[in-house]
């Protein structure tokens, strides 16, 4: 427990009332002071006596964060003791920096009630909220006492995603890998999923040796085939980029794959820290790829030449996209060998043009993605989206 401003100020009040009263030994301000007294204490006691119970949750509308969008949060407050609360008044912390005062009328018992504030406009990766201070005052604002409030709580802000028109990838191994292993599958359609048996489903679709371990009849769910294979590769080097220039590689790698999904397509990504591609096969394995984009950094350790290496060894097929910051004469001599291997070859640079030595380096083969990138300060959907969907369509435009 401790005094408000307001009780401070009284406080200081007390003081100069006693200091006169001695002084001039008036009778008045004696009065005076004990009517002051009183009130304090009865302050006290109020804040003493009353152990009002809230329960909060915390929550994020729209549920998914992504960088430079609009968001709020929403504190649902509810009141677990019998009676009604108080006033409770709150101050809230974001992002360790920018605190949100909040007050929070009575509750009645059971009964609960919703807040919500702005966010601010944040770029990619884990956003901390709190911690959240609840404090009880007493009517007249004298003194508080801290209650139980939230502690600090991480939202995943994902990288800004913008719509591209959708790949239709031609043909290459992994869609013949894909082929091959669904040969022994009847039908044309793709097994991805179980899902619990409902009345009607055909008893042919079930999977039996799920619903002998589970218990229960779970039935296979089925997709039309995918169309063909995509290959990304983002290159993740620290010396290859502006932190710009970075964030702009990230948020075309998130809406390239995307897009890659959308058309059908079988899609594998490899950023340039590993050999071992990512496999973006179902909207699960999609969500956890973005999730893992949230929270990259550069890496000192990447080796974009090391992967470029691996895919121009074998014949692939398929649509090869390569996305860069600024590379070097080797990696540029590298994508002209995986060009090779694939149908299809686009590359695009999101820090400046290649540099090379030559006339090679002109956009005829690799397009320039380095306007405004959607990060904090700006709006994806006026400013980004409508720059990369024109750099994606330039770039398929002069694909091999």
Known sequence: MRPTRAGLGLLGVAIITLAIALLFGLLELFQLLAV????????????????????????????TLRSGDPAQLVLTVKNDKQGKTPVLFAKDVIAGTQSTKLTFGAIEQEQQIRVGYSIPATARGLLEVGPLQIDLQDPLGLVKRRLEGA????????????????????????????????????????FYALRPYVLGDDLRRVHWKSAARTQNLLVRQDRDAQLGGVTIVCDISTDNYSPEGFERAIVATNSIAHAAYAG???????????????KIDSSESLNLFEEHLALITPSSTAAPDAVLEKLSQRTIGGTLVFI?????????????????????????????????????????????????HPGANSNPGQNGGSQLAAVWQRALAVQK
């Open 264 to 278: 059908g397509d079988l899609t594998q990504i490899y950023l340039t820290d590993s050999l071992t591609p990512v």
């Open 36 to 63: 002051i007294i009183a009130i304090v204490v009865i302050a006290i006691l109020f804040v003493l006596i009353r152990q009002p119970k809230v329960r909060v949750l915390r929550a994020t509308q729209p549920a």
């Open 324 to 372: 860069f910051g600024q590379a070097t004469d080797r990696l540029a001599n590298q994508f002209a060998k995986c060009k090779i291997k694939h149908q299809t070859a686009v590359a695009i640079s999101c820090d400046g043009m290649f540099n090379t030595n030559n006339n090679q380096s002109s956009p005829a083969w690799a397009a320039s993605y380095t306007g405004e």
């Open 151 to 190: 502690p600090i709580q991480s939202f995943l802000v994902r990288p800004s995603l913008l719509t591209l028109p959708a790949i239709k990838a031609s043909a290459g191994t992994l869609r013949h890998h894909a082929t091959t292993a669904r040969s022994n599958r009847s039908g044309s359609d793709e």
